[in-house]
């Protein structure tokens, strides 16, 4: 099991269950403690195609590719792995493709990690700058509302949307060796 | 060594409802000579994303075709997504390097495979089931049925000339670009 405290906590489905709704047919990830339980449900769903990336800049090219054949995707990523994609969010801006991010956050919230805290703390201003609309999340109360109010924008209008889940929401991870 | 224009006009002749996606620099204007198609997507920019635009594609069409057409360096900036592609095994993907061992639109500087650099070692690694290299005319036959209709992922290395082409200019505004091609797609839904 991955070191992640509160594997059990059920605001993942929440976002699972608008990737259903908002008939999202491919998900690309590269593995994540945040995101493992949304990754689980994802890989279990009949009706979703995961993708497991070497790199999250490849999920951009996945969504533009998953859009031009008419299909809907969505990315899920640890914030350093916004670092890793900001030349290929280009393609996002100049083609219109809609986009949605879900980006679990380390470097601001109980991190034992200091090299986590570079990319950490300008996450959400590297996506304004790249043209995404941000929302954040801290409470597993907004999940659901936040995430459906994401989906429906980003497809309805062409728009590039990440959806920051807190540091504090994900809860704080163990370093248990 | 081929003549890159040739090659990949020989390779899109009678192309059907073949979907490509092009690498920017030489690749896009190389598939623009060959013939401007709607069903054409021409990249200027988001260099290493090209495979991975082929790979969105396949999995959302899964009974399309779908080419990517891209160049040595391009396809170096994205050596991971052929491992990603191999993780997922798309049947309906091929992927065309035009291999002339230079980054061509930066001025004609040395890439990895001038020194050796393997692609089609990595495409193998990357279980690829169909690779395969081509430098004559002669193999064009080959090369046709491994783009088009070959079970895939297909990885074809074509070795072509180290030489300025004149530029033939697809749009290059990617709202256009991804317009013309979903209408064009589509299209084929309705036929």
């Known amino acids: 099991m991955d070191p992640t405290v509160d594997q059990q906590a059920t605001w993942p489905d929440a976002i699972h269950a608008h990737f259903r709704r908002a008939r999202i047919r491919q998900v690309g990830y590269v593995p994540d403690a945040g995101h493992s339980r949304l990754i689980q449900r994802c890989i279990e769903d009949p009706d979703i195609i995961d993708v497991v990336l070497t790199t999250e800049e490849e999920g951009v090219g996945l969504v533009a590719g998953a859009t031009l054949g008419g299909e809907r995707a969505a990315l899920l990523m640890q914030s350093s792995g916004v670092g890793n994609c900001i030349n290929m969010f280009s393609l996002i801006r100049s083609c219109s493709f809609p986009c949605l991010v879900l980006v679990t956050m380390r470097g601001e919230f109980a991190e034992f990690n200091p090299w986590q805290i570079p990319m950490g703390s300008i996450t959400e201003d590297c996506l304004r700058l790249c043209g995404f609309l941000t929302y954040r999340i801290d409470h597993p109360d907004d999940v659901d509302e936040v995430v459906g109010a994401a989906c429906d924008m980003a497809f309805a209008g062409n728009v590039p949307i990440a959806v920051l889940l807190s540091q504090r929401l994900i809860g704080r991870k163990v370093w248990s060796k | ?191």
């Not at chain 2, 401007?36 to 090209?50: H, I, K, R, V």
């Not at chain 2, 969105?56 to 991971?80: C, F, N, Q």
């Not at chain 2, 074809?156 to 030489?163: D, K, M």
Request: hydrophobic share 45%; with cysteine.
């Open chain 2, 1 to 191: 060594m081929l003549d890159r224009r040739g090659c990949v006009r020989a390779l899109l002749a009678e192309r059907g409802d073949l979907l490509v996606v092009s690498g920017l620099g030489a690749p896009t204007y190389d598939v623009a000579a060959a013939g401007d198609s709607p069903l054409n997507f021409y990249l200027w920019g988001a260099m290493g994303g090209a495979a991975m635009i082929g790979l969105g594609l396949a999995l959302a069409r899964p009974k399309a075709r779908i080419a990517v057409i891209t160049g040595d360096g391009e396809m170096l900036m994205g050596l991971g997504s052929l491992a990603t592609i191999g993780v997922k095994q798309p049947q309906n993907l091929a992927i065309l390097v035009l291999d002339n061992r230079h980054y061509g639109e930066t001025g004609m500087q040395a890439s990895h495979t001038q020194y050796g650099i393997d692609m089609i070692g990595i495409a193998k690694a990357c279980r690829f089931p169909e690779t395969h290299t081509i430098s004559r005319e002669s193999e064009f036959t080959e090369a046709r049925r491994l783009l088009h209709a070959a079970h895939g992922p297909v990885f074809i290395q074509a070795h072509v000339r180290q030489e300025e082409v004149a530029r033939v200019l697809p749009s290059r505004d990617g709202n256009e670009i991804k317009l013309r091609f979903l209408q064009a797609v589509a299209k084929l839904d309705q036929v």
